[in-house]
């Protein structure tokens, strides 16, 4: 019951942003769909150059949702707080949808602009490998005993995943130096136009990520919260 | 060696202690304390937690919520706090291709013992299995493996033991042997707390027993309640009323 | 440090006395040696061969070592001497370098027989190289070693430890593959020492035994 108790003011206050972030998505969902569609269209690549709107932003939450698994692990064994614990699993999941959402639409621009499908370029390498550890972590958890143990082995797994993400980029950057992805993204070279629905598709990806996050975590919140009163109950008949 | 002095304060204290294990509640808030050369008895029915309060008093688990206390030192990670405990659970917690010696001399170097080799050879002799000194610790019976998991536990000599039903599967012989070296072990001044389902033996080894049913502490008896026929009644007593 | 050093003696007099680690390693990695042979086409060039050799052989040590990792503390989980080492008064930290260092040492003698298979073969010749080989071999077996004791002693304790480990470990080991990889291949083309290779793979180790080091106090608790 610490768990709850220390940690309950922060829930609250999670719960809370429920309602402001959900209308702030919103009205960010209606300008992005209403930005992208009125994008101009690439001369060169055509309209699957849209996919730029998509694909990039969901970085964030691929990346992020695994930091979130990392730092809540690293909270979790601090703390001892089984609230940082759901909150690892909470980046996980989420973390995981948009890592896939990122693996489906990178092939299908890579062969809307460069004619295959798949290619060991350096950004796409990285992003498999984190989807194959996001992957391997949730495994861990499911195969792991219940509780105490798996919540400490994730926990650790979940340190090493995070180190692999920079390990695997200082690999790839020593090794693999051809680069098909365009780089111009970064410089701020896009076409006229397209800046603002690009910074518009940034901000609301960021943002449907954290509110996602604070959901899940708070449906885990709910979920562990439930079990404890019934297994309470469950003693005292 | 005498362990009883100059340990100032509860050899164990425990508050509170709880573990879940996922959904299911093993222990639900038990207090437990002991003073230094002292012996507490554990009993109660399988499933209770008594397993579980002993592995957390060693420090092999965290406890969900509760305050610890070892010789007055808070437990958690490493340090001063194991290097006083011994501990002889379910299993041996022996290495079969290793003979009797060698496991000893591993414990000890484990436990940072200042001359390993000699110390193994003090608690073989001391168990009686001097003659089984070079046998792979495979080989052996139930019964000489329990007499050397006992060496094994005192290899640094520890001034609490942890003993989790050790008269398991020894037959009348074994047993009767046992209890006599805990005996001994208990002369020195050690404490101990000792789970057992063996309430006969009870009364010649503890100085007090507390009965655990369901997670929770139903009983705690001393002294002359544990001779054998009031400390069965008292016990079914106990568990019936709990259940 | 003793314990560790106790704990490595310890492994190394268990697998002495029982051999079967070992063995089972030694024969499988020979076996894998001799299906790389019959997984390559029968046309494949020399040339082709030779290039592809280092991966093959990389290949072949990391299934031999999951083997091992997984045969490592398996041994432990007998008599429940686990919780015999959790029970010592020191840091995990200790424990682990105790046991990763057994398994380096294990997995090494295991790889040096593979080399001369896989030398034999595919008709390679090594002994030019040995040295420079040596040390990549030595470099990419420490940082497989590094952070599969680690998760190996994770994985051992779940449901389906076989099948856990590898999913666990091969993310993991994709930076150590690259290095030591990428390392052979350089080595084997007689370009001598490559840095580039060296580099990453002392820095992906230092990494690895690093987090495993101040980790595995974690591991150990239930």
């Not at chain 1, 699993?89 to 295959?116: N, S, Y």
């Not at chain 2, 100032?8 to 093993?26: D, N, Q, T, Y």
């Not at chain 3, 230092?206 to 591991?219: K, R």
Request: aromatic share 10%; glycine share 10%.
């Amino acid at each position: 019951m610490a768990g709850f108790s220390r940690l309950g003011a922060l829930e609250r206050r999670v719960e809370r942003t429920g309602t402001s972030l959900s209308w702030l998505l919103a009205a960010l969902l209606v300008a992005y769909v209403w930005l992208v569609v009125g994008a101009p269209i690439d001369s060169v690549q055509g309209p699957i150059q849209k996919i730029l709107y998509l694909h990039p932003p969901l970085a964030y939450g691929a990346y992020l949702g695994f930091i979130a698994t990392g730092l809540g692990g690293v909270l979790y064994l601090w703390r001892g707080s089984e609230a940082f614990d759901r909150m690892a699993i909470a980046g996980a999941e989420v973390g995981l949808i948009f890592c896939t959402l990122m693996m489906v639409t990178g092939p299908i621009w890579a062969k809307g602009t460069w004619g295959t499908w798949w290619s060991w370029d350096p950004r796409l390498t990285v992003t498999l490998l984190l989807w194959f550890t996001y992957l391997a972590y949730l495994l861990l958890r499911s195969f792991a005993e219940p509780g105490a143990r798996a919540a400490r082995f994730a926990a650790v797994y979940g340190i090493v995943g995070v180190v692999l993400i920079p390990l695997n980029y200082y690999v790839i950057e020593i090794f693999e130096a051809r680069s098909m992805h365009p780089d111009n993204l970064e410089r701020g070279s896009l076409g006229d136009g397209m800046g603002m629905p690009f910074l518009v598709a940034n901000l609301t990806f960021f943002v449907a990520f954290v509110y996602l996050l604070a959901r899940r975590w708070e449906v885990e919140n709910l979920a562990a919260r439930a079990a404890l009163r019934e297994s309470e109950e469950g003693d005292r008949k | 060696m005498n362990h009883a002095a100059g340990t100032g304060g509860l050899a164990v204290s425990a508050r509170g202690m709880e573990k879940r294990f996922g959904a299911v509640r093993a222990l639900r808030g038990v207090d437990l304390e002991l003073a230094p050369g002292r012996t507490l008895a554990v009993i109660g029915p399988n499933g209770a937690g008594k397993s579980t309060l002993l592995r957390i008093l060693a420090g092999l688990m965290r406890p969900t919520a509760g305050e610890l206390e070892i010789g007055g030192q808070r437990l958690g990670g490493t340090g001063p706090g194991r290097a006083r405990i011994g501990y002889i659970g379910h299993t041996t917690l022996l290495y079969p291709e290793l003979t009797a010696r060698e496991n000893l001399v591993f414990a000890g170097r484990l436990y940072g013992v200042a001359d390993p080799g000699s110390r193994a050879d003090q608690l073989l002799s001391e168990e009686g299995l001097a003659e089984y000194a070079s046998r792979r610790a495979g080989t052996f019976s139930r019964g000489l493996c329990q007499r050397l998991a006992i060496a094994r536990a005192i290899v640094h000599d520890p001034p609490l033991m942890l003993l989790d039903e050790p008269f398991t599967g020894l037959d009348r012989r074994a047993s009767d042997r046992l209890a006599l070296r805990l005996q001994g072990l208990r002369a020195d001044g050690r404490s101990a707390v000792l789970v057992t389902h063996d309430l006969s033996r009870v009364s010649g080894l503890a100085d007090a027993v507390v009965v655990i049913c369901g997670g929770l502490a139903v009983h705690r008896a001393e002294g002359s309640a544990l001779a054998p026929e009031i400390l069965e009644a008292e016990y079914l007593a106990a568990v019936e009323a709990a259940e | 440090m003793r314990v560790a050093l106790a704990i490595l003696w310890k492994d190394l007099v268990c697998e002495w006395r029982s051999r079967d680690r070992v063995a089972a390693m030694l024969l499988f990695s020979l076996l894998v040696v001799v299906v790389f042979h019959f997984a390559l086409p029968m046309g494949t060039s020399r040339a082709a061969v030779t290039q592809n050799a280092p991966g093959l052989l990389w290949v072949a040590y990391i299934f031999a070592s999951l083997l091992g990792l997984n045969r490592a503390f398996a041994l432990e989980l007998e008599n429940d001497a686990f919780s015999g080492l959790a029970l010592a008064p020191v840091t995990g930290g200790w424990l682990f370098l105790g046991k990763a260092l057994a398994n380096f040492t294990l997995i090494s003698i295991v790889e040096l027989a593979t080399a001369f298979a896989f030398a034999l073969v595919f008709d390679l010749d090594l002994k030019g190289v040995a040295l420079e080989l040596a040390l990549i071999v030595a470099l990419g077996t420490a940082g497989i070693c590094g952070i599969g004791t680690l998760i190996s002693a994770m994985a051992v304790r779940t449901r389906f430890s076989e099948v856990l480990l590898p999913v666990l470990l091969l993310p993991t080991l994709i930076p150590v593959l690259v290095g030591s990889v990428q390392g052979t291949a350089a080595v084997l083309a007689g370009d001598g020492v490559p840095f580039d290779a060296v580099q990453l793979l002392i820095v992906v180790d230092a990494t690895y035994w690093i987090v495993s080091f101040l980790a595995f106090d974690y591991v150990l608790d239930e």
